[in-house]
């Protein structure tokens, strides 16, 4: 079967730097994408990578490892705005997305 | 901010209710999707529609019926649901649907719907 793993939630503090990792098991692989997802509000694109590496984008970036079928998001400079959900979603063989549940990321003072 | 839209953004509705949910998309996209979203579950793919033709059905009951007029409007049409429909429904965008890698998708912010 396909699967995405992400932690279910995740606390850290403002100003740190938080990790949220995602990891899948699917049929293929064609990209893969985070999302944004503040509560009661629609999920907004962070983030895209197809190849092995690492993307940044301000404060944000996203890594690739394709042959651990693994991922990361990394926020730094934390701030309490950036408390939300974040979801990954593989594009796999079908040029489907598989999405993970979520984390929900709580920023503290 | 949005390019996306959706009506209502909340709608309680008994099981033998007939309501619409209505999407609309300012970006020029060509495919539009329904997605369910339920709590601390993934995203649940219902509808694809490419240019205005359903493209994809991923097995989605009867009692939820899309409609897609146009290439900026979509629609969900609801009748006799049950409560576990309860959800947020969220609509999105996207280029196309090419049959290549799936192009970044954009997201209205939702219906929250309960069914009693």
């Known amino acids: 079967g396909q699967n995405i793993d992400q932690p279910t939630e995740m606390t850290a503090t403002e100003g740190a730097i938080v990790q949220i990792n995602c990891t899948y098991q699917?049929?293929?692989?064609?990209?893969l994408f985070w999302y944004q997802q503040h509560a009661g509000e629609a999920p907004t694109f962070l983030s895209y990578?197809?190849l092995d590496g690492l993307e940044e984008k301000g404060r944000f970036s996203s890594f690739l490892s394709r042959s651990k079928g693994y991922s990361y998001l990394l926020l730094k400079e934390l701030q309490m705005k950036d408390s939300a959900s974040y979801l990954c979603?593989?594009?796999?063989?079908?040029?489907?997305?598989?999405w993970g549940a979520g984390t929900k990321l709580i920023i503290k003072p | 901010e949005t390019g996306v839209t959706q009506t209502p953004r909340h709608l309680v509705m008994g099981m033998t209710n007939k309501k619409s949910l209505k999407c609309e998309q300012h970006?020029?996209?060509?495919?539009m999707y329904w997605y369910k979203q339920s709590a601390k579950k993934p995203l649940e793919l219902m509808f694809v529609y490419n240019f205005k033709e359903q493209t994809e059905n991923n097995s989605v009951p009867s009692r939820f019926s899309p409609e897609c007029p146009n290439s900026s409007h979509l629609f969900l049409h609801l009748h006799t649901l049950q409560p576990e429909d309860s959800a947020l429904y969220l609509c999105?965008?996207?280029?196309?649907?090419?049959?290549?890698?799936?192009?970044?998708?954009?997201f209205g912010p939702g219906t929250r719907l309960t069914v009693l």
């Open positions: 999105a965008s996207s280029q196309e649907r090419a049959g290549g890698p799936t192009d970044t998708q954009y």
């Open positions: 990578n197809v």
């Open positions: 699917t049929s293929g692989f064609n990209g």
């Open positions: 979603a593989v594009d796999d063989s079908n040029y489907q997305l598989i």
């Open positions: 970006l020029g996209h060509n495919a």
